[in-house]
T-cell receptor, first 113, second 112 residues
Framework: KQEVTQIPAALSVPEGENLVLNCSFT??????LQWFRQDPGKGLTSLLL?????REQTSGRLNASLDKSSGRSTLYIAASQPGDSATYLC????????????FGAGTQVVVTP | KAGVTQTPRYLIKTRGQQVTLSCSPI?????VSWYQQTPGQGLQFLFE???????NKGNFPGRFSGRQFSNSRSEMNVSTLELGDSALYLC???????????FGPGTRLTVT
């Protein structure tokens, strides 16, 4: 069964601290992996997309790594700010599945001033 | 470019009724995927359409159906609504050759 797991489920950090969010997946036959941010009651905002052939992707304060062999991806957010408070979701697109993203349950992040 | 739009944004329906939700993808995107989000089950894939054809389907009962039009706009329909259908319904569009999914704001459906 293709599963995606995110640990921890919730995280609270003081402003300025670096955030490390983990995502693991059970099947290494992935096409790509996407990280999203979701604010309460809103849709999903795409943060980073990593293709299966890539090891990492960067955008501003965000950096995501991918290790297919171990079934893991990590999202790093440098110098966190209160505006980073949200739920972060990782989603895997497997090679045998058109248009379908398999989502983790998310990590709820609170950055305190 | 305008983003993915979904209408209506909020809906309240009664058990047994049916509902139709609409999704307009980003211009030029031909693939549309639908998801259901609930607190208990998280985000679950419903189905995906490309060029008016359903290419993939999740594990939902036949009460959930969809279609796509020639302009890539998509609709999903839920018949005989149940209380458990209360959820945020999200659609996402994907451009050719990219596979990054772009999500709309969602439709919040409440079934009473």
């Amino acid at each position: 069964k293709q599963e995606v797991t995110q640990i921890p489920a919730a995280l609270s950090v003081p402003e300025g601290e670096n955030l490390v969010l983990n995502c693991s997946f059970t099947d290494s036959a992935i096409y790509n992996l996407q990280w999203f941010r979701q604010d309460p009651g809103k849709g999903l905002t795409s943060l980073l997309l990593i293709q299966s052939s890539q090891r990492e992707q960067t955008s501003g304060r965000l950096n995501a790594s991918l290790d297919k062999s171990s079934g893991r991806s990590t999202l790093y957010i440098a110098a966190s700010q209160p505006g980073d408070s949200a739920t972060y979701l990782c989603a895997v697109r497997y090679t045998d599945s058109w248009g379908k993203l398999q989502f983790g349950a998310g990590t709820q992040v609170v950055v305190t001033p | 470019k305008a983003g993915v739009t979904q209408t209506p944004r909020y809906l309240i329906k009664t058990r047994g009724q049916q509902v139709t939700l609409s999704c307009s993808p980003i211009s030029g995107h031909r693939s549309v995927s639908w998801y259901q989000q609930t607190p208990g089950q998280g985000l679950q894939f419903l189905f995906e359409y490309f060029s008016e054809t359903q290419r993939n389907k999740g594990n939902f009962p036949g009460r959930f159906s969809g279609r796509q039009f020639s302009n890539s706009r998509s609709e999903m329909n839920v018949s005989t609504l149940e209380l458990g259908d209360s959820a945020l319904y999200l659609c996402a569009s994907t451009p050719l050759g990219d596979y990054e999914q772009y999500f709309g704001p969602g439709t919040r459906l409440t079934v009473t």
